[in-house]
């Protein structure tokens, strides 16, 4: 058997227990008996994700759930390879991953960013039920409460356990957040709210859905929201930006016959 490298009690995250880098963080949770996965990142890695949980002697046959956390190409594309490695798994997501997916939607998924000349492979994958805030998700003795964390994506999920988040694509170790884009239905000012929800809770340790887990720091937090909140009135941002002050300063300027100094 090869050995569980844990990073907390019953969590184990697939780049770390293979020491080196696959993709996006793929979160196993739970037992033999009884586990589930968050995420499973590109299709080019899932047959090795699924063989080395298989030399863990998890029984493939036990695996409940596997969790999209949103419906970006680089977290799901491996989901129908997945599907038909793990059997009894139930694959669940938020309502509109079910949607984006189930219309293959290739520009709000990024698997089609054509100004950058990305083109990326999106099977038909089916979620098999939808999952909201509060609904819980049990593997054995450990519970999953879910949490709509919309931002980055609307259909952005986070799961509460115990003193952990998976907290997907809200916040990462370096501060940085998840890509803010209009085209992929971003949205600043619900970005800044799941922020201040993970900020005000009693989570201790968020573990991402890229890069290392961290512990949470109110003040780590309390950056990016400042930084979020000025882009909502900064032109840079453009179609994510709520307005932009200096337009009105400039028409108060215009109407006073106010000329440049
Ligand atoms: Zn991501």
Redesign the pocket.
Known sequence: MLPRRELFPNVIEMNYQARRRLG?CVYLVGDTKEWLLVDIGYADTTDEIIELIRQMDFPLANCKYLIATHA?V??IQGFKRAKELLPNAESVGHEECLTLLAAGDRVRTYAEVSAQGISIDLPAIKIDRAIADGDVLTVGDFTLETWHTPGHTHSQLAFRMGNLLFSG?NIYRDGCV?HIDAHHGSDIPAFIDSLKRIQASDIEWLLP??GPSFRKEKGLLQKAIDRLDRYQHMADFGTCAIDWPLLDEWEAEIIKGTLPK
């Open positions: 996006c970006d680089d977290h694509d998840g859905s890229h």
